[in-house]
């Protein structure tokens, strides 16, 4: 059985940090490319963050660039997203997602909310 399953969120003040995780079971994680993608409401889902399957190759949308590290352990069957310097508008639902040749997997998504 697949699980995507994301943890770490939560509520945190303005210039504060935030490790999320993705934990991924029921596929051969090391296949997969990984991403991390974020919803605000009234938003589309956005993409945020990429990671190749080996983990050698990183890539941000501009706006989290410098503030967001993507990683992934393939021994722990999953992947990581290092937030600092939260900003207001990096509040929303972020979700992880599994590709491999178009065929995903989502996870349920984590509350992020950076508010004073």
């Known amino acids: 059985q697949v699980q995507v399953v994301e943890s770490g969120g939560g509520l945190v003040q303005p210039g504060g940090s935030l490790r999320l995780s993705c934990a991924a079971s029921g596929f051969i994680f090391s296949n997969y490319v990984m991403r991390w993608y974020r919803q605000a409401p009234g938003k589309e889902r956005d993409l945020v963050a990429f990671?190749?399957?080996?983990?050698?190759?990183?890539a941000y949308v501009h706006s989290v660039k410098g503030r967001f590290t993507i990683s992934r352990d393939n021994a722990k069957n999953t992947v990581y997203l290092q937030m600092n310097s939260l900003k207001p508008e990096d509040t929303a639902v972020y979700y992880c997602n599994a590709d491999r040749n178009g065929l995903g997997y989502w996870g349920q998504g984590t509350q992020v909310t950076v508010s004073s």
């Open positions: 990671i190749g399957s080996t983990g050698a190759t990183t």
